[in-house]
């Protein structure tokens, strides 16, 4: 799917990396209608150094690296990821995550992550500090890279992160994208 496109200069050429990890942010900004695009136009600026492939908000995505480039957003385990920023803050609680915005944000990045894993045959499950380093695949929080790679304190998307509602959420919604991508059945 293409997405608004606003370039990020913060990134390390690559191609033909391996990716086998997508990372979990949030991208410290309030809950906004232009959320998003601040998050952008901080990437966009050489000075911020600090990248991400997709920013979401409760309207919807806008790509900032393409995926074949290497964003800066997780040190120590940016190589073979991609990086999804989420609007809001990592000390966002269970219940902040489910108000109106927060679940426009996460349908918005579900059906993101969904559509990633499937190109890129990723599994749809999440990954925890030991899984990293030892290249398991799938998807995880910036907090899991900065424990397995001691290289940040960045504990984000946070304690209150509804981890398995995200993953059945991309779950359902990849169920959807493959019934969508085979069409309809033919009737005998
Ligand atoms: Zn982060």
Known sequence: MAYPFVESPNVTRANGRPIDV?????????ERPDAAQICARWFAS??????????VDAGGVI???????IAWHARGGNTASIGVELAGFA???RRDWRDDYSSAVLKHAAALVAEICRRRRIPVRWLVADDLPVGRRGITGHVEVS???????HW???????VEA?????RVRQQAQRRAARGPRARV
């Open 156 to 162: 984000d998307p946070g304690d209150g992160f509804p």
């Open 22 to 30: 997508v990372v979990m942010h949030t991208m410290e900004i309030a």
């Open 166 to 170: 995200f993953v059945d959420q991309v």
């Open 91 to 93: 000390s966002q609680t």
């Open 147 to 153: 424990r397995a790679y001691g290289k940040s304190d």
């Open 46 to 55: 050489p000075a911020s150094q600090v990248s991400a492939h997709y920013c």
């Open 63 to 69: 790509q900032c690296v393409r995926e074949k480039d």
